[in-house]
Nanobody, 127 residues
């Protein structure tokens, strides 16, 4: 049984920073990889950052590259998303699914890779 709990959501200032945390319970620590997705109202869910230790470690969507950083704790149970230089486009519900299937062809954010999802953490940005 795997449970994922996202935290750290809330309102951030435009141009400011915020850090999200994702605590895992169960067998998530042995997963293939971890990722952060986000979904804004009326938009499709999109991957923003991923960590796959066996495939070159970290990967980012161009929309957040240089601003966001994904990392994990030493015990591998917690994954973080450091969000810097927040933009009006960043508000969304953020998820941290665990990948149970190896990525194929460098596609780090395929929905089929992720079997376990949490409830998400809401992030808003105030201008």
């Amino acid at each position: 049984q795997v449970q994922l709990v996202e935290s750290g959501g809330g309102s951030g200032q435009a141009g400011g920073s915020r850090r999200l945390s994702c605590d895992a319970a169960g067998f998530t620590s042995s997963s293939i990889g971890r990722a952060w997705f986000r979904q804004a109202p009326g938009k499709a869910r999109e991957g923003v950052a991923a960590i796959y230790p066996g495939w070159g470690n970290v990967f980012y969507d161009d929309s957040v590259k240089g601003r966001f950083t994904i990392s994990r704790s030493n015990d591998k149970n917690t994954v973080y998303l450091q969000m810097n230089s927040l933009k009006p486009e960043d508000p969304a519900l953020y998820y941290c699914p665990a990948a149970s299937v190896p990525p194929i062809g460098g596609h780090w954010f395929l929905d089929s890779l992720f079997r376990h999802w949490g409830q998400g953490a809401q992030v808003t940005v105030s201008a």
